[in-house]
């Protein structure tokens, strides 16, 4: 299939432009009669082949995404057509990936493509959240404050994974300064202390000989060293960012990791409430409400234990109770939805939730943060004061035998 831009005459003699997939000319004249245009001109649409050796550089960033739907709420609020407001979108500064992804939408809208089927051919930039919401808003009408809510949604949830990164940035660095210094003690400093006290005829301590047979161990085969720490890195990331199975071993070490736990499900916990007032809003009944924010959870053990609570639900039980039988979720969450169950205004409770649950995710950083660096701040002074001691130790013997 080719694209093709073509200028075409309706019925009443008017002059457009629209943009058809078509195999040939032939079938694209064709296709045109069955819609009641005449075809003047057609010109193939070139589109530039992605450079896959660069794909990972040229991903769609969340806040060119935030940017888009806040833009596009506004001028769909201003009574401004979908096709319109796409053309003038897809010129904005944008990355050029996500001026490809923009250009294809716009194509299919001008096409006669639904908007929400549009996007739907972009899997890796909109995922089944964000087309199903965009359907609900096509079909309610209300497309504007279904984008302005996604927006909010997006945003919020990525302030909550920046500050999430930041706490882990202090504990990461200090691990690699701690690397740094260990290897850098035992190519460089441990071999001269070893001639050194050769020469002096020293006794040479237990400690010191195991640190100097470990630097002569990492001098002798650092080449390989680096190839196996590389190797290493290189199949985790395989296995747990490509595999179905890595990313469920991931997702469940997630919810067993002390502190990291704590995180996750109030992150969880957070992002599923603000969804579920989203989706309440549109219209949607509970199950599909339930059905959609099963793909949303972010977590694959979450996603296969939410299968039971959308089944309890589906057979007449409480949400409130379904939740909670899953003991996944924080118990705060099953009473916050079953006084909502009670009082018939669960979104207003929802929205109290996730407002005291973004708080929770703080915390959680806070605490993880305060227990970590300590704990890295040991582990770097056990490191240095063991090689340390390494050396002191002969120095000390040297000096009694004098």
Do not use: W
Request: hydrophobic share 50%; aromatic share 10%.
């Amino acid at each position: 299939m080719a694209l093709y831009q073509c200028q075409v005459l309706d019925d009443l003699g008017v002059r457009r432009k629209i943009v058809l997939d078509a195999v040939d000319e032939v079938s694209l004249k064709a296709n045109l009669r069955r819609r009641g245009y005449y075809l003047v001109k057609a010109s193939l649409v070139k589109e530039k082949k992605p450079n896959t050796f660069l794909a990972i550089s040229s991903k769609v960033k969340m806040n060119e995404v935030i940017t888009f739907l806040r833009q596009f709420a506004v001028m769909i609020k201003a009574s401004i057509p979908i096709s319109d407001a796409l053309n003038v979108l897809r010129n904005q500064k944008f990355t050029k990936a996500f001026k490809k992804v923009l250009m294809q939408v716009y194509y299919d809208v001008q096409s006669g493509v639904l908007l929400s089927e549009a996007f739907r051919k972009h899997p890796k930039v909109f995922p089944d959240f964000f087309v199903n919401m965009i359907a609900i808003g096509e079909e309610s009408g209300q497309l504007d404050e279904v984008l302005t809510s996604l927006a909010d949604y997006y945003e919020n949830d990525r302030l909550i994974k920046r500050k999430a990164k930041s706490a882990l940035t202090y504990p990461i660095i200090l691990m690699i300064l701690t690397v740094i210094v260990f290897f850098f003690i035992t190519l460089f400093i441990i071999p001269q202390f070893e001639d050194t006290i050769s020469e002096l005829g020293g006794e040479i301590p237990a400690l010191t000989r195991v640190v100097m047979n470990m630097s002569l161990f990492i001098r002798d085969n650092i080449l390989f060293i680096i190839i196996g720490i590389i190797a290493i890195v290189l199949i985790c990331f395989l296995f747990f960012k490509k595999t179905e199975k890595g990313k469920y071993v991931k997702d469940f070490l997630k919810l067993k990791i002390p502190f990291v736990s704590a995180i996750s499900k109030n992150l969880i916990t957070a992002r599923f409430s603000k969804a579920f007032i989203i989706l309440l809003g549109s219209g949607m009944t509970i199950t599909d409400c339930l059905d959609n924010l099963r793909k949303m959870l972010g977590n694959k053990v979450f996603q296969d234990k939410f299968i039971y609570t959308i089944a309890e639900v589906k057979r007449g039980r409480r949400i409130a109770v379904a939740i909670e039988n899953t003991k996944l979720f924080p118990p705060m969450l099953s009473e916050m939805i079953n006084v909502g169950e009670k009082s018939g205004n669960i979104e207003e409770v929802l929205r109290s939730t996730s407002t005291y649950f973004d708080d929770m995710v703080n915390q959680s950083i806070a605490k993880a943060t305060i227990a970590i660096e300590p704990l890295m701040i040991i582990f770097l002074g056990f490191v240095v004061g063991i090689v340390i001691l390494s050396v002191l130790l002969p120095i000390i013997s040297l000096m009694q035998s004098i």
